[in-house]
Antibody, heavy 116, light 111 residues
């Protein structure tokens, strides 16, 4: 069974930094592209970033480009999202996600609240 | 980049059939597969349709997906509505950069 467990969320002041982690199990992590998707309170799903299986191809949504960095450690089966220069509008539940031919597998999400 | 537009909300009575649309504003809807996700309050999304019209194991056959090139849209149809189907539904596809594009979501109310 695919399991994706996010951690690292919390309350942070504007301008601060936070690193999210996603521990993956139940599949061959090193074979899959991985993504971060976020959902602001009461709003819809928004794709944030993806990284290919070996970390050589990376892309970001324009709203986070230059502030967020996605990375992975295939030896530890873990996906990361380093978030710098956080803004109030970055407040959201952040989901780790795996794309497959049968759709997206989702973690349970971790809440990031940016507020003074 | 393109956008996917969904109705903000739909409603129907138990036992009835409801259809949720997802319209692509540029490029062909048929050029990239469309997926549909169900999200109940306080929970992560789950896949109900993938590759336009395929159901993952465990999803009842009351859920079906289709695409219509004439309207450049995808549709999720739920028949025999149950109260447990009340949730938010999101369509999703891919752009040329293999980024995920989500519709804005549709709140389904089962009256």
């Amino acid at each position: 069974e695919v399991q994706l467990v996010e951690s690292g969320g919390g309350l942070i002041q504007p301008g601060g930094s936070l690193r999210l982690s996603c521990a993956a199990s139940g599949f061959t992590f090193s074979s899959f592209w991985m993504h971060w998707v976020r959902q602001a309170p009461g709003k819809g799903l928004v794709w944030v970033s993806h990284i290919d299986s070996d970390g050589t191809s990376i892309n970001y949504a324009d709203s986070v480009k230059g502030r967020f960095t996605i990375s992975r450690d295939n030896a530890k089966n873990t996906l990361y999202l380093q978030m710098n220069s956080l803004r109030v509008e970055d407040t959201a539940v952040y989901y780790c996600a795996r794309g497959s031919i049968t759709g997206i597998d989702w973690g349970q999400g971790t809440l990031v609240t940016v507020s003074s | 980049n393109f956008m996917l537009t969904q109705p903000h909300s739909v409603s129907a009575s138990p036992g009835k059939t409801v259809t949720i649309s997802c319209t692509r504003n540029s490029g062909s809807i048929a050029s990239n597969f469309v997926q549909w996700y169900q999200q109940r309050p306080g929970s992560a999304p789950t896949t109900v349709i993938y590759e336009d019209n395929q159901r993952p194991s465990g999803v009842p056959d009351r859920f079906s997906g289709s695409i219509d090139s004439s309207s450049n849209s995808a549709s999720l149809t739920i028949s025999g509505l149950k109260t447990e189907d009340e949730a938010d539904y999101y369509c999703q596809s891919y752009n040329n950069s293999i980024n995920w594009v989500f519709g804005g979501g549709t709140k389904l109310t089962v009256l």
